[in-house]
Every structure is written in structure tokens, then in C-alpha cells.
């Protein structure tokens, strides 16, 4: 079966950092693009960041400078560092896989960012 375990998030006061985790299992993790997605309050879910299996990096505009997506394809792992978090950020935070046919879901962190 396959699984996405996203992990890190938590409470956390505007300015601070927050590093989220998301561990695959059952898949080929180095062949898959993987993202950060996130649902905002009164907001549909948004692609915050992404990197292909080749490694190349995108991002929303609203997180560019702040945020850096990386990944350790020898633990299956994808990293989202949040750094000069704001309110604003507060949301659900989701794992992505995308290969070709196949696209995954991790069941979701939540972020809190407030004084």
C-alpha cells in the first residue's frame, strides 16, 4: 500500500521556523514529483511547493524566500522548511506524489502560526 506520513507541523509564533517531514512508502519515491500543498481557512487547497525527481524546485509566490522544499531520495523523504512564518500561513499542510498515472496524498499536518 502506498503511504504519505507528513510530520513537523505544530504551533508556532509569526517569525518562527517550522521544518515538516512526509515519508513514502510503496512507491518508487525517485521517480515521482513531489509537493507541498496547502488548505488556508475559507480557502481551497493550493500547491505550495514542489520538486521534480530531477530535483528542480518551484514555489508560490506568497512563500518564495521563506519556504525551501528539499528531498533525500535514500529515506524516501520529502522536506518543507518554513521559515518567517506569518499568520497567514496558518493552514493544513499536505504531501503530494505525482507520477505519471499515479498521484498520492499524505492525510494532512496542521500549522498554526500565531501569537
Known amino acids: 500500500q502506498v503511504q504519505l506520513v507528513e510530520s513537523g507541523g505544530g504551533l508556532v509564533q509569526p517569525g518562527g521556523s517550522l521544518r515538516l517531514s512526509c515519508a513514502a512508502s510503496g512507491i518508487m519515491f525517485s521517480t515521482y514529483d513531489m509537493g507541498w500543498y496547502r488548505r488556508r481557512p475559507g480557502k481551497q487547497r493550493a500547491l505550495v511547493a514542489r520538486?521534480?525527481?530531477?530535483?528542480?524546485?518551484d514555489y508560490a509566490d506568497s512563500v518564495k524566500g521563506r519556504f525551501t522544499i528539499s528531498r533525500d531520495n535514500a529515506k524516501n523523504t520529502v522536506y518543507l522548511q518554513m521559515n518567517s512564518l506569518k499568520p497567514e500561513d496558518t493552514a493544513v499542510y499536505f504531501c503530494?506524489?505525482?507520477?505519471?498515472?499515479?498521484?498520492?496524498w499524505g492525510q494532512g499536518t496542521q500549522v498554526t502560526v500565531s501569537s
Open positions: 520538486i521534480t525527481f530531477g530535483t528542480a524546485t
Open positions: 503530494n506524489a505525482d507520477h505519471l498515472f499515479h498521484n498520492y
